[in-house]
């Protein structure tokens, strides 16, 4: 809500925060360490991700917790939540990605699940709209996942560095920023062609990548310093030049 924030963390507890003086006013411990919190359309509850697997249901009114989703063996190592579809998908520490469907009635059903990546999922990114997902690996593996009717891969490609961090610029272009400092700008152009453009940022990790609110300036951490794209439109257009006159 606007007068408060649910947190947490390796510590496994969930932290109730009052945003006018960033004091705790609710603490409670759960079974696992939570690898991510996504608030839910209605403002209401929040969607906690543990590492082990348990998904719960928190209730950001009166404080319940309600378990979704028993734990597993392999460990979670990243997840990703489409708010306005319901669609939360999972990456595990063994390549397996699964998507899972979030109901009305605030259940989770699975979807589909895939056994398409070599190693640990690094990163896991919806489309601005919901109709694609992007998944990568440790192995450097990328793949593109189209969501319109059911869940299929579309396009797969082996990066020459895996990815650290990803990040959709609308349904047809996206970004990933590797170990040593370069962004990758991609261009999907079709089911058999896809087209990529390099930038050299720095000599360090590209660890995040993220939108200004109104998706016209792009942010690229790098060990610490912000660099910044204005106009990632107007930039786009000019470095897919060439795809455009084809």
């Given at each position: 809500s606007l007068n408060k924030v649910v947190t947490g963390g390796f510590d496994e507890i969930v932290r109730v925060w009052k945003t006018?003086?960033?004091?705790?006013?609710?603490?409670?411990?759960?079974?696992?360490?939570?690898?991510?919190?996504?608030?839910?359309?209605?403002?209401?509850?929040?969607l906690i991700i543990c590492h082990s697997g348990y998904i719960y249901i928190f209730q950001n009114s009166d404080y319940t917790l309600s378990l979704l989703k028993e734990r597993r063996e392999c460990v979670v190592s990243k997840s990703a939540f489409e708010e306005n579809s319901g669609l939360l998908v999972l990456g595990y520490m063994n390549g397996e990605v699964e998507f899972w469907g979030l109901g009305k009635d605030k259940k989770l059903t699975l979807v589909e699940k895939f056994v398409e990546h070599e190693g640990k999922v690094?990163?896991?990114?919806?489309?601005?709209?919901?109709?694609?997902?992007?998944?990568?690996?440790?192995?450097?593996?990328?793949?593109?996942?189209?969501?319109?009717?059911?869940?299929?891969?579309?396009?797969?490609?082996?990066?020459?560095?895996?990815?650290?961090?990803?990040?959709?610029?609308?349904?047809?272009?996206?970004?990933?920023?590797?170990?040593?400092?370069?962004?990758?700008?991609?261009?999907?152009?079709?089911?058999?062609?896809?087209?990529?453009?390099?930038?050299?940022?720095?000599?360090?990790?590209?660890?995040?990548?993220?939108?200004?609110?109104?998706?016209?300036?792009?942010?690229i951490v790098s060990d610490c310093i912000i660099y910044r794209i204005s106009n990632i439109l107007e930039f786009l257009e000019q470095i897919f030049d060439i795809v455009k006159q084809k």
């Open positions: 006018d003086d960033m004091s705790v006013i609710y603490s409670l411990r759960i079974n696992g360490s939570i690898q991510a919190i996504y608030r839910l359309r209605d403002f209401e509850s929040s690094n990163g896991l990114a919806f489309s601005p709209l919901g109709s694609r997902c992007l998944s990568v690996d440790r192995e450097g593996k990328l793949i593109l996942w189209e969501l319109s009717k059911k869940v299929s891969s579309k396009f797969d490609v082996l990066l020459k560095k895996p990815a650290l961090s990803i990040c959709f610029i609308n349904e047809a272009t996206f970004i990933t920023g590797n170990q040593n400092g370069n962004v990758i700008f991609w261009l999907y152009y079709n089911d058999q062609e896809m087209y990529s453009r390099y930038l050299e940022i720095s000599n360090s990790s590209v660890s995040r990548l993220f939108f200004s609110d109104y998706k016209t300036t792009l942010f």
